[in-house]
């Protein structure tokens, strides 16, 4: 952000048959050989009216053609294979859209054509968020790994997809803990790697303090800010301690910074901060005397 401050149970039992009772010579047992054979071959009917030829029962038959055809394991696992795999083509069409010709990453002219596409500013906290969500490590820059990994982490394939996501991430950096990682992510960010740098510029840190605080600033960021500005020649730099520890200073110390403790392990730039505010505070307070005495004595003079 210089400019940018992503798867029938078919039993093989066969029918057995059948010859039917043997005929005797007397008429009862004839009648009652009848009586057997008829009873059997009504049983026998019933039964193999209800089987099917190749052993299955009518019953379980239309079950089983009643219930859907199920996916195997190993068809699910393809299906979501080959749908990771058509993401996975999409990122990559969307990552070569941007990228560099010569550098195998998204650079400052591709971010700027990337934002215009989402329709965001390079510099609003939109960015900010995607570029954590991304854990890109250098401003105005997305090496292929980081857009990659990026859009697998928010789910998003697509210009739409990720303009779709961007409400659940405002949401999420609310949460305090995501905050806190969002907010020492934004430190790291702001360094110029390549220089090997271990402290933020004064300029680049108040951009970012800005910009970090945009969903939630605290009452005293205001005051800080315009201490940083006011005193260039005394801050050369803000440490990484003192970035993470004006996080703690905003959530424990009031506004009033009556609380404050130099006793406390603060940073010294807090120290000269809360000297440096109490006194101008008390400036601010005599000049409104004054200038309340001078018109109650104007005042006084035109009765």
Not at 181 to 195: A, K, N, P
Request: hydrophobic fraction near 30%; include cysteine; glycine fraction near 6%.
């Amino acid at each position: 952000m210089g400019q940018c401050v992503t798867k029938c149970k078919n039993p093989s039992s066969t029918l057995g048959s059948k010859n039917g009772e043997r005929e005797s010579g007397s008429k009862s047992h004839s009648k009652r050989g009848a009586v057997h054979k008829d009873d059997h071959g009504s049983a026998c009917g019933k039964a193999s009216g209800d089987i099917l030829v190749n052993g299955t029962k009518k019953t379980d038959a239309a079950l089983e053609s009643s219930q859907p055809p199920t996916l195997s394991g190993d068809t699910k696992k393809d299906s979501v294979c080959s749908a990771e795999e058509s993401s996975l083509q999409r990122i990559g069409e969307l990552f070569r859209r941007y990228k560099d010709e010569r550098e195998d990453a998204i650079l400052e002219e591709g971010m700027e054509r990337f934002c215009n596409d989402l329709c965001v500013d390079p510099t609003e906290f939109k960015v900010l968020v995607l570029a954590w969500k991304f854990q890109a490590a250098t401003m105005c820059k997305f090496t292929r790994k980081e857009f990659f990994e990026g859009c697998k982490a928010i789910n998003a394939d697509s210009i739409d997809g990720i303009c779709a996501r961007f409400p659940s991430l405002l949401n999420e950096a609310k949460q305090e803990d995501k905050f806190k990682d969002l907010y020492r992510f934004t430190f790291q960010f702001g360094l110029d790697s390549e220089e090997g740098q271990r402290s933020l510029h004064r300029e680049i840190a108040i951009a970012l303090w800005k910009l970090v605080f945009t969903q939630n600033k605290p009452p005293i960021l205001d005051q800080w800010l315009h201490f940083l500005i006011k005193n260039p020649s005394g801050i050369k730099g803000i440490s990484r301690d003192t970035w993470n520890m004006f996080l703690n200073f905003t959530q424990v110390i009031g506004p009033d910074l009556s609380n404050y403790s130099e006793d406390e392990a603060w940073p010294s730039l807090f120290d000269t901060f809360v000297e440096w505010e109490m006194e101008r505070r008390k400036k601010e307070e005599e000049t409104k005397c004054v200038t309340s005495s001078d018109t109650e004595g104007l005042c006084e003079e035109q009765t």
